[in-house]
């Protein structure tokens, strides 16, 4: 069987690493992308890197957390969440990592039977319930039979076979971004540091390179991307106090800097004859949720798993599609279910998550809060793998 993967992402690579076929990886970007922001890695995700003997180097490249710490304008903590009853939580089984470094990660893994091409997208799919034709932009054709959307919550694949789809917008524009700055550097070192704001708000992790990785997000009803993602940046936060005046004026250039509207997308289905949809192309959760990579990962050994031990490439996307779409979907609800607590947009809702956050640190309350974040655990992974 040969696959073409469209997007060399998360979702993507990790698919190529879990096929035992011909793979040809399609990426738009003319390298590796660098952007991105640190996400804690665990659940489904977490399960389907050990199967794959890629968790090791997982760890290795993560970092341990000690907590969230949310701080006001002077850098006074109203607010906390220790990492170490999260971890717990899910009996340990939890890392903190940079996207760009889980990529790295997947992509210095993939097998030899993977071909990877960057600075290129498909422009034209011939698909039948028997092969797919893809049509690359240097004007080259790949047979093959299957075609796999990876590339993201604006596929490209999704609307030349199903047809454009609308994202639900859920209100929110977000933004990374990484900086040298040996203050900020040593005044976040082992934590996530967020302010703890309304409608606008910034965190900060310590790199071991010494550089720091920032994260934004602010409220906003228009889904439009802007112009010049540096300047809006600067000026969407610009109210807020404690080191965040430093951080915008270390925003590097447009080109260095992930910037993308929050959003869902939801399909009707999945699969059609060849092609099929994976990871944010089809079922994006939103960072409201978090888990992103996670079930990026973890769909894409499920989707592997049913290509190896099914009868048919059609009976294959079925299956794949019947076990993993109720996970998604419960992820999804999650997501949309706690919009209004992740950046409030009143002091009074500032003021009932503080009070929240202090609450889950009581004793016989912390676990129960760390299990409500983590979400319900599934042992889909573990029994494929088994």
Known sequence: MKVVICGAGIAGLALANAL?????????????RTQGYMIDFFGTGYDACEAMGLLPAVLEAGYLVSEASLLDDHGRRRGRVDYDQFAKAVDGRFVSVMRPD????????????????????????????????????????????????????????????????EPRYLGFHTAAYMFDSPEIHAAVRGRFVLT?????????????????????VHRTPDPALPTDTRAAIRETYAGLGWLVPQA?????????????QVA???????????????????????????????????G??????????????????????????????????????????????????????????????????SRVFAGAIAGKSSGLITNLAS
């Open 20 to 32: 035992r076929c011909e793979v040809v990886v399609l990426e738009r970007s003319p390298g590796p």
């Open 196 to 216: 703890d704001t309304i409608g606008q708000q910034m965190g900060f992790y310590a790199l071991r390179d010494g550089r720091v990785a920032s994260f934004a």
């Open 102 to 165: 889980l990529e790295r990660v997947l992509r210095e893994h993939l097998p030899s039977t993977v071909d990877l091409r960057f600075g290129m997208s498909i422009t034209a799919v011939e698909n039948t319930p028997d092969g797919v034709r893809c049509t690359v932009d240097d004007g080259t054709r790949i047979d093959a039979d299957l075609l796999v959307g990876a590339d993201g919550i604006h596929s490209t694949v999704r609307d030349l076979v199903f047809g454009p789809q």
């Open 264 to 298: 869902q997308i939801e399909m009707p289905c999945w699969s059609k004859d060849r092609v099929v949809l994976l990871g944010d192309s089809c079922y994006a959760v939103s960072l409201l949720a978090g888990q992103g990579a996670s079930l990026g990962i973890a």
């Open 300 to 365: 894409a050994y499920v989707l592997a798993d049913r290509l190896a031990s099914t009868a048919s490439v059609p009976l294959a996307l079925t299956e794949y599609e019947r076990l993993w779409r109720p996970i998604a979907e419960e992820k999804q609800r999650t997501g949309r279910a706690g919009a209004r607590w992740f950046l409030p947009e009143s002091r009074f809702t500032l003021a009932l998550r503080r009070l929240a956050l202090h609450a889950a640190r009581l004793p016989g309350l």
């Open 248 to 260: 915008l004026e270390l925003c590097p250039p447009a080109s260095e800097i992930y910037y993308d």
